[in-house]
C-alpha cells in the first residue's frame, strides 16, 4: 500500500516538474511569436545623409538613381528626386523598396561620399490595419445582405430602388476601403529611404569665399535698394518730426516773452 502511494506521489512530482521546466521556454516562445505577429504591422523609413564632394554630386546622384531602377528584384521605386546645382549644391532621392534590398541601396548611395548621418523611424500601423480589415468585413457582410434582399424584393419597385441606392453606397465604401487595405500593405512590406546630398565637411576652402565674390553685385545692389526704400518709409515720419519739433519751439520761445 505504502508502495503504491509513494509512486504515486513521484508521478504526481514528475509532472508537476515537467511543467514547471516547460513554462518559462512555453512563455518565451509566446513572447516570440507575439513579437512577429506585431512586426508584419510595422512600417520602416529611413533616412541617410551623405556629404559628397562638389564635383561628385551629379555622377553619385545618377549612379544612384540607375541602381533602383534596375533593381527589378526589390521592386525599388523612385518616388521623388530633386537637385540643385546653384550657390548650394545638394540632391535628395526617396525611394520605395524591399527590406532586403536597403543595405544595398544605402551602400551605392555613399560609395563617393560620407555617410555623416542616418536614422530609422518605425510606425506601427496595426490599428489601422486592423480597424480598415474589419471595416471592410463589416462592409462585404451587408452588400452580401442587400443582394440577398434585392433578390427577395424583385416585385416591390420602391424596395428595390432604396436597396440598389444602399447597395451603390456600399460598394463604394468597399472600393475604398480596399484601396486603404493596399496602400497599408505596401507600407508594411516596402520600406522607404531619403537620401540626401550634401556639400558641406568636402567644399574646398576658397569655394565660400569663391561665391561671396561672385555675388557681390548682386548683394551690393540688393543693399543699395534696401537702403532706398528704407529712406522712403523714413523721410515722412522725418518730415513731420522737423514740423512738429518747429511748432513746440514756437509756442515755447513765445511763452517765454510773456
Request: aromatic share 8%; hydrophobic share 40%.
Amino acid at each position: 500500500m505504502f508502495i503504491r502511494y509513494f509512486l504515486l506521489f513521484m508521478i504526481v512530482a514528475g509532472i508537476t516538474s515537467c511543467a514547471a521546466k516547460q513554462t518559462p521556454e512555453q512563455t518565451r516562445i509566446d513572447s516570440v511569436t507575439s513579437k512577429q505577429q506585431e512586426s508584419k504591422y510595422l512600417a520602416y523609413e529611413h533616412s541617410i545623409t551623405i556629404d559628397v564632394k562638389e564635383e561628385y554630386l551629379a555622377d553619385v546622384f545618377k549612379v544612384t538613381v540607375d541602381a533602383c531602377l534596375n533593381d527589378k528584384d526589390n521592386d525599388c521605386t523612385i518616388l521623388d528626386s530633386k537637385t540643385s546645382y546653384g550657390t548650394h549644391h545638394f540632391a535628395n532621392i526617396r525611394f520605395r523598396i524591399k527590406p532586403n534590398g536597403v543595405n544595398n541601396i544605402i551602400s551605392v548611395a555613399s560609395s563617393k561620399g560620407k555617410l555623416v548621418q542616418q536614422s530609422t523611424h518605425i510606425e506601427d500601423l496595426a490599428k489601422p490595419i486592423l480597424d480598415n480589415n474589419l471595416r471592410l468585413k463589416m462592409l462585404e457582410s451587408h452588400r452580401d445582405n442587400l443582394m440577398a434582399l434585392q433578390q427577395k424584393a424583385k416585385d416591390d419597385v420602391e424596395s428595390l430602388i432604396k436597396i440598389s441606392s444602399e447597395l451603390t453606397r456600399v460598394l463604394s465604401e468597399i472600393e475604398q476601403a480596399k484601396g486603404q487595405e493596399s496602400f497599408l500593405s505596401q507600407r508594411v512590406n516596402m520600406d522607404i529611404v531619403n537620401v540626401q546630398y550634401e556639400v558641406q565637411q568636402s567644399r574646398s576652402f576658397w569655394k565660400p569665399i569663391s561665391s561671396s565674390l561672385s555675388d557681390f553685385s548682386n548683394n551690393l545692389s540688393d543693399g543699395i535698394s534696401g537702403t532706398i526704400v528704407a529712406v522712403a518709409y523714413l523721410l515722412p515720419g522725418a518730415i513731420l518730426f522737423v514740423i512738429v519739433f518747429a511748432i513746440i519751439r514756437f509756442l515755447w520761445k513765445r511763452s517765454q516773452k510773456r
